[in-house]
C-alpha cells in the first residue's frame, strides 16, 4: 500500500487516543526526504486535523552549506504556509559523547525552545531509521530497552515527543514526494560511513535486505516486541520499589538484597531513571549488587560512572548526581548576599526574619566560611555541654559523604554555626539572623 495523507491522519488518530489532542504540531524540520514529507502532509490535511502548525529548523553549523540549508527550510515553510522558526546551536565535539550524539543533545534542547504545554513535537523518524537504531543497540549489548529503540510516543516534560512514521518505509516517503513532486536537501554527511549509523545504512541494511526482503518490517516488529517486554520489567520495578519500601532515589539494603540479582539491577536501572540520572552500565549495575550492597554497614562504598554514582551509609543506598566538591573561598565573609558553595551545592546567606538566629553583635563583628579539618568543636543551642562536631553529624545521620562539604561559619577563631544546621548557644538570639541554605544538597 502506497502511502498517502489518510494513513498519516489514521496513526495521527490512534496516538491521540493514548495521548489526547494536541494544542499544536511542532514539526522538526531538518529538509531532508523524511522531514520534508511530513511537513507536507500535515500542511495538506490540516483542515482534517485542525492543529496549527510550526516548523523549527536547527542549524547545527556543521557543515559550510548549513545556513543555505536553513533559508531552505524557511523557504519549504512558506511554501507550505507553516510558521517557521531557526535556531543556531553550537555542538560540542570535544564533548567525549562523539559528533552524532552531541547533535542529537544539541538539537533536542533548540528544539524544546519552542513548546508549550499540550504541543505534540513531530520527529519524521521512519521504519528504516527504527532498524538502524535497533541494530545499533544490539551491537552495544543494549537490553530490552535498547533493542525496542525508538517509542512512536513519549512524554516530553508537559508535552510529548511522537513519532507517526515509524511504520512507514524510506521507499514510501520518497514515492510520496516524488508523487508530489517535492524537493529536498541531501546533507552529503549522510554517505559518510565513518559515521556507525550511515554504515549500517549504507553497508549493512542493502545486504539484509537482499537476503531478507522485508527486514525493516520484521526488525520493527522485533522492536515492538522489545517494547513490550521492557514496559513489563518497568511495571515489575515499580511493584519491587513500592514492596520494599523505596523512596525516591533511595533504597533500603536489607530489603533489596532479599530480591535477586537480575531484579536487584532491573530496579537500579528504574531509580536511576526516575531520578534523572545517566544510565549505568551493566558492570556498574553487578558491582552495586556485588560489592555496594554486601559491604559492610559501617563501610562508605562507592560506585561511580560519568554524570551519577552509587553511595550507601548504613542500611540505605543512595544513587546521586555526581557529587562536586565545595569551592567557596575559605575566609569568605557571610553576610545578605549569597556565597555559592560549589556546583550543586547551593548558596548561603543571611536572612532578617525576625525570629532565633545568630545574635546582631556577632554579625556586626563579621562572619567568615570554611570548610571541616577535623576536631571542631561547637556547643550547639539546646545541648549542655560542647561536642565534638564529627559526633554530632554521626548522631543527625548527616551522610559521611557531604560532611566534608558543610560551610563552617565562624566569627573570629570561634565556630558559631554549622551552616544551616547548628548555632552555638552563646550567640544565639531571639531576634537574630537565621542562616538560609538555598538548594541545600540532601543530608540525610
Not at 513519532?163 to 516517503?173: H, I
Not at 543527625?396 to 566534608?404: K, S
Amino acid at each position: 500500500m502506497s502511502y498517502n495523507a489518510e494513513v498519516l491522519l489514521h496513526r495521527l488518530s490512534e496516538l491521540e487516543s493514548l495521548a489526547g489532542s494536541p494544542a499544536r504540531f511542532v514539526i522538526a524540520l531538518s529538509g531532508g526526504l523524511d522531514s520534508t514529507a511530513l511537513a507536507h502532509l500535515l500542511a495538506t490535511t490540516r483542515a482534517q486535523h485542525g492543529k496549527s502548525l510550526l516548523a523549527v529548523h536547527v542549524d547545527h553549523r556543521l557543515h559550510p552549506d548549513s545556513a543555505s540549508w536553513a533559508a531552505q527550510c524557511q523557504a519549504l515553510a512558506a511554501e507550505f504556509e507553516i510558521d517557521f522558526a531557526c535556531e543556531v546551536v553550537h555542538v560540542d565535539v570535544d564533548s567525549g559523547q562523539g559528533t552524532e550524539a552531541a547533535a542529537r543533545d544539541a538539537r533536542y534542547t533548540a528544539l524544546c525552545n519552542h513548546i508549550a504545554g499540550g504541543d505534540w513535537l513531530l520527529s519524521a523518524h521512519h521504519q528504516d531509521d527504527q532498524a538502524e537504531t535497533l541494530l545499533l543497540n544490539l551491537l552495544r549489548g543494549s537490553g530490552p530497552a535498547g533493542v525496542a529503540a525508538m517509542p512512536s510516543i513519549r512524554k516530553l516534560g508537559d508535552s510529548w515527543l511522537v513519532r507517526p512514521l515509524l511504520d512507514v518505509s524510506r521507499d514510501e516517503l520518497e514515492s510520496y514526494a516524488a508523487s508530489e513532486d517535492l524537493s529536498w536537501i541531501d546533507d552529503p554527511s549522510n554517505d559518510d560511513c565513518s559515521f556507525d549509523r550511515n554504515f549500517l545504512r549504507k553497508e549493512v541494511i542493502p545486504i539484509l535486505a537482499s537476503r531478507w526482503p522485508g527486514s525493516g518490517t520484521t526488525l520493527a516488529r522485533s522492536a515492538e516486541l522489545a517494547r513490550e517486554s521492557a514496559n513489563l520489567l518497568t511495571e515489575l520495578a515499580d511493584l519491587d520499589r513500592a514492596s520494599i519500601g523505596g523512596t525516591g532515589s533511595r533504597l533500603p539494603v536489607s530489603a533489596l538484597s532479599k530480591l535477586s540479582s537480575s531484579r536487584q539491577r532491573n530496579l537500579l536501572r528504574r531509580v536511576t531513571q526516575l531520578a534523572g540520572l545517566p544510565a549505568p552500565a551493566a558492570a556498574h549495575l553487578q558491582l552495586i549488587v556485588e560489592q555496594l550492597l554486601p559491604a559492610r554497614a559501617d563501610a562508605e562504598p562507592l560506585v561511580a560512572w560519568p554524570g551519577a554514582e552509587a553511595r550507601r551509609y548504613r542500611d540505605t543506598l543512595y544513587l546521586l548526581p555526581a557529587i562536586s566538591a565545595a569551592d567557596f573561598e575559605c575566609g569568605q565573609s557571610l553576610d545578605s548576599s549569597a556565597v555559592t558553595i560549589g556546583p550543586g551545592l547551593g548558596e548561603l546567606l543571611l536572612v532578617d526574619g525576625g525570629g532565633r538566629g545568630l545574635s546582631r553583635d556577632v554579625v556586626a563583628r563579621g562572619l567568615t566560611l570554611h570548610r571541616r579539618k577535623g576536631g571542631e568543636e561547637i556547643k550547639p543551642v539546646g545541648q549542655s555541654h560542647t561536642r565534638k562536631l564529627k559526633k554530632l553529624l554521626q548522631e543527625e545521620g548527616i551522610v559521611p559523604w557531604q560532611r566534608g562539604l558543610l560551610p563552617l561559619v565562624y566569627s573570629g577563631g570561634d565556630l558559631v554555626a554549622v551552616a544551616d544546621l547548628w548555632i552555638a548557644a552563646d550567640v544565639v538570639a531571639e531576634n537574630g539572623l537565621a542562616i538560609c541554605w538555598e538548594g541545600r544538597p540532601e543530608l540525610y
